[in-house]
């Protein structure tokens, strides 16, 4: 079972920049693929981004291509998310999670979450 904990989040005006980070324990997590969701008030938990256990792959919702980076420091056991450009849709409570899979691309392959963080954008 891999352990998770986010930082990072917090309140930017649109257009600026955060960067949230998850710290990832557990005897599993160099073989574990992650990935960040969110979840806006009185919407169901979405995807975000995922990256592959290595690093190499990586995959973003259509919504934020262009504006959000998923990466990791396996040295650090750190998943990242790069978020630029944010708009007010981007307001919810991002969580970081893990995966036995290859890719982690949907809420019912998660296997562990952290406890998620709060990100606001003021219009």
């Known amino acids: 079972q891999v352990q998770l904990v986010e930082s990072g989040g917090g309140l930017v005006q649109a257009g600026g920049s955060l960067r949230l980070s998850c710290a990832a324990s557990g005897r599993t997590v160099s073989s574990s693929a992650l990935g960040w969701f969110r979840q806006a008030p009185g919407r169901e938990r979405e995807f975000v981004a995922g990256?592959?256990?290595?690093?190499?792959?990586?995959y973003n919702t259509d919504s934020v291509k262009g504006r959000f980076t998923i990466s990791r420091d396996n040295a650090r056991n750190t998943v990242y998310l790069q978020m630029n450009s944010l708009e007010p849709e981007d307001t919810a409570v991002y969580y970081c999670?893990?995966?036995?899979?290859?890719?982690?691309?949907?809420?019912?392959?998660?296997?562990?979450w952290g406890q998620g963080t709060q990100v606001t954008v003021a219009s």
């Open positions: 999670a893990a995966t036995g899979r290859a890719l982690l691309l949907h809420r019912d392959e998660v296997n562990g």
């Open positions: 990256i592959s256990w290595s690093g190499v792959r990586t």
